[in-house]
């Protein structure tokens, strides 16, 4: 029997209608059943047609839902799939590593790349150590270290972005959080090699962008990226957290939004119920989408490349600000 994935909240029906097909596959497998068969075959049908219609209609909150899935793969798990010849690359030279910020050099398709990216973890020991993909200034300034490499030896840069925000406690405070984010920003910008950013699950807040200013951002069909939390925003503006969905709402966090307001520059399809249902399509999807993004780059001087990452930047959101023909 397949491992079923974690349901989340507004998948129950789902999830009802796979718990009575895993009934009745075991029942048939136990001999207690005869001609269960075609009953099984009308159930796995109506659950992928519910499938279908529940993820064609997800609004915010519940695509953040879904970029929160802990079976949603992560950084660990795009190095492992996409990165060949990969060395992992440790410490900021400055205090210490931080295994909030994972990074090192290998090959994406064939191409020698500097990779970088936020890592959750998955189990409790594995959170703790990542300290939940919430990156100190040390997990910044090694991810600046990653970047001073690749301009260096002329190797572009893939990040992948999956934080719910920089780690926001008084140790991180006390050695510089803020001027670190600025500083990995700015070396974001100033690059003159290629830069692709991956928003693969959550990117929040400056925590995300300080390794997201890249040439080219990619977002995954149900990830989100936005300034604040819905939880938080929500607090905030209306002064109750179990707002949320409204914030979500509000804010334009979804990949069609942002790829409208042109924050985004791709949106890269995930497998049907998400990229934890089928995580080997999902990261043959982002390689993909990496390996065209880098091709497009490919060719263009340090000057070219500096210049386009900063009018893409400085072109966000003009479209709102122009003002309607008479």
């Known amino acids: 029997m397949a491992d079923r994935p974690t349901f989340l909240d507004f998948e129950k029906p789902i999830a009802e209608l796979e718990k009575k097909i895993d009934e009745l596959t075991a029942t048939a497998q136990a001999g207690g059943a005869a001609n269960v068969g075609a009953e099984i075959a009308r159930l796995r049908e109506k659950s992928a047609k519910a499938l279908a219609d529940l993820y064609r209609n997800l609004d915010p909150w519940q695509r953040t839902q879904v970029a929160r899935h802990p079976e949603r793969p992560h950084f660990v798990d795009y190095v492992s799939t996409l990165v060949s010849d990969y060395v992992e690359l440790s410490g900021d030279r400055c205090f210490g590593e931080d295994a909030a910020i994972l990074g090192g050099i290998g090959r994406i398709g064939g191409r020698r790349v500097v990779v970088l990216g936020h890592e959750k973890g998955r189990t409790t020991q594995e959170r703790l150590k990542h300290n939940f993909g919430m990156a100190r200034p040390e997990g910044y300034r090694k991810a600046i270290r990653l970047m001073d490499l690749a301009d260096r030896f002329g190797l572009p840069v893939v990040s992948f972005v999956d934080t719910a925000g920089a780690y926001p406690g ?141 009018d893409r930047f400085l072109a966000i959101g003009r479209s709102l600000l122009q003002a309607p023909e008479a």
């Open 170 to 310: 008084l140790d991180a405070e006390a050695r510089g959080q803020a001027e670190a984010i600025a500083r990995a920003t700015e070396r974001c910008l100033t690059l003159g090699v290629p830069m692709i950013s991956v928003i693969a699950g959550e990117g929040g807040s400056g925590g995300a962008v300080a390794i997201a200013s890249g040439n080219v951002v990619l977002m995954l069909e149900h990830s989100i990226y936005s300034v604040i939390s819905p939880e938080g925003a929500a607090s905030i503006l209306y002064r109750a957290s179990d707002r949320a969905r409204d914030a979500a709402v509000a804010m334009k966090i979804t990949a069609p939004d942002l790829k409208g307001l042109g924050v985004i520059d791709g949106i890269i399809p995930e497998p049907l119920g998400g990229a934890h249902r089928n995580k080997t399509a999902a990261m043959e999807s982002v390689g993909q989408a990496i390996g065209r993004a880098l091709g497009q780059l490919e060719g263009l001087s340090r000057e070219a490349l500096r210049a386009q990452r900063r």
